[in-house]
């Protein structure tokens, strides 16, 4: 759960960097507790992280706030979120891997970790219409229709 390893390469040992990580993990906790998703792969690994991500921003109290936010990530992943949501459907489609999109070892266009933000900002549109507990447990078909809705909609 927490690689101090990683915390230590990435330079999250300060208050604001390890809550945010504590508050991710416990949203995955919670997720799971509340019956989760079942299934793995792409569109699973897209839900989940987006929707710790998600759990992490609501108790932070802030909407924008995002771990990864340095060096522009966030204004490259706002400016290209169309474009990453239209690839990863591709990929879930074709089967493709969907690996870069995920973990600051792998990159996408050379940004890491977009696939934390194409879920959490599918997760943010989703809470438009379900509640917290609800998007806990969407079934794998309802996700996977709605993510074809959400990048449809860009």
Do not use: P
Not at 34 to 54: F, P
Not at 65 to 75: A, E, M, P, T
Not at 101 to 116: E, L, T
Request: hydrophobic letters at 35%; glycine letters at 10%; proline letters at 0%.
């Amino acid at each position: 759960m927490l690689g101090v390893e990683k915390i230590i390469e990435l330079g999250w040992y300060d208050f604001e960097s390890l809550s945010a990580l504590i508050y991710h993990e416990l949203g995955h906790i919670w997720h799971d507790a509340k019956g989760g998703s079942e299934g793995k792969g792409n569109l699973t690994q897209l839900y989940r992280e987006g929707l710790a991500m998600y759990f992490e921003q609501l108790t932070i109290g802030d909407f924008n706030y995002r771990l990864q936010n340095k060096n522009g990530w966030l204004d490259w992943c706002h400016a290209n979120k169309n474009a990453l949501s239209v690839e990863y459907l591709r990929r879930l489609k074709t089967g493709e891997n969907t690996q870069e999109f995920f973990g600051d070892w792998n990159n996408y266009q050379g940004y890491s970790d977009v696939g934390y933000y194409i879920g959490c900002e599918f997760i943010k549109w989703l809470s438009e219409r379900y509640s917290l507990n609800k998007l806990a447990k969407l079934d794998s078909d309802t996700v996977y229709q709605e993510f074809k809705s959400f990048v449809v909609q860009g």
